[in-house]
């Protein structure tokens, strides 16, 4: 499974919104991974969350995005109904002049910290119970930047943790992980989102995946964690493949547009 490094803190100083003005924020939950030498797994469920003052369900949205060369998937904190915090468009932006993974996930943190610490500072007001429980001391953002470049498949993701000290404001820590870098085996698990459940599963079933491959232990991921926690995760679940071949998606919902032919 994947394992991520402190990264740098970035302190920012911003005020509390008011809660007035910003209706809603919209979060995701969980995807997978399983990146090899020779190829990138991609699973995504469905679940969308409006936070107001209080929680409900959004319409489910397609979690994994095309962005030039490169992909993008989100959990955490997606965007708020106003346009002020976007995290997939600003995604869409960093990828603009970046054909490669790591060049698209820096320009990425450099674009997103302040609008998502403004974000963080208006949910603490306009939903206390939410920020402290799922934001506070957590990683209120996580992306993954993937796609397959001249050695094989790659794979940044990017963690954005709250931290709080005191009456201070806010400051948020980027954890990142690199694949290739990181991985410390042929085949490793990484996970935006999720519970323990998805790595006890993982180290009590060892002969899963080579017994049932890559497709149905996905399936069978999302399955385990939307039984455990049915009001964070739910199908459908688009799952996408990037092999020797290019990428392809092995299933998909309407929401998630086709792959232009290679």
């Known amino acids: 499974t994947a394992s991520f ?18 209706t809603m924020l919209h979060a995701g939950s969980l995807i997978i991974f399983l990146i090899t030498a ?9 679940r969308v969350i409006a936070i107001g003052t209080q929680q409900s369900d959004a319409t489910a949205i397609c979690k994994i995005h095309k962005l030039g060369a490169v992909f993008y998937a989100e959990a955490g904190l997606l965007k708020d109904t106003h346009g002020r915090f976007d995290a997939a468009a600003l ?19 450099a674009r997103v910290l302040t609008p998502l610490m403004h974000t963080v500072s208006q949910l603490r007001t306009l939903n206390p119970h939410y920020y402290h429980t799922h934001v506070r001391e957590r990683a ?14 790659r794979l940044a993701i990017r963690r ?6 005191g009456p201070a404001s806010p400051s948020a820590s980027i954890d990142r992980f690199d694949c290739p870098g990181d991985c410390t085996n042929a085949g490793t698990w990484a996970f935006l989102g999720g519970s323990e459940v998805l790595n006890r599963f993982l180290e009590a079933n060892r002969r899963y995946l080579p017994e049932h491959g890559p497709r149905a232990t996905l399936q069978r ?6 039984t455990a926690h049915p009001d964070l995760v739910s199908p459908p679940v688009d ?9 392809a998606w092995v299933q998909r919902k309407p929401s998630c547009p086709p792959l232009p032919p290679l």
């Open 140 to 153: 209120a953002l996580q992306v993954a930047f993937f796609g397959a470049e001249r050695r094989g498949p």
């Open 221 to 226: 991921l999302m399955a385990l964690e939307a």
């Open 91 to 109: 995604a869409e932006q960093a990828a603009v002049g970046h054909p490669t993974v790591s060049g698209v996930a820096h320009a990425f943190e």
């Open 160 to 165: 954005f943790f709250i931290h709080v000290e």
């Open 239 to 247: 799952i996408l493949h990037i092999g020797p071949e290019g990428p």
């Open 38 to 46: 020779v190829e990138l797994w991609v699973a995504a469920d469905s």
């Open 5 to 22: 490094g402190r990264g740098q803190t970035n302190a920012l100083s911003v005020r509390p919104g008011l809660a007035g003005t910003c």
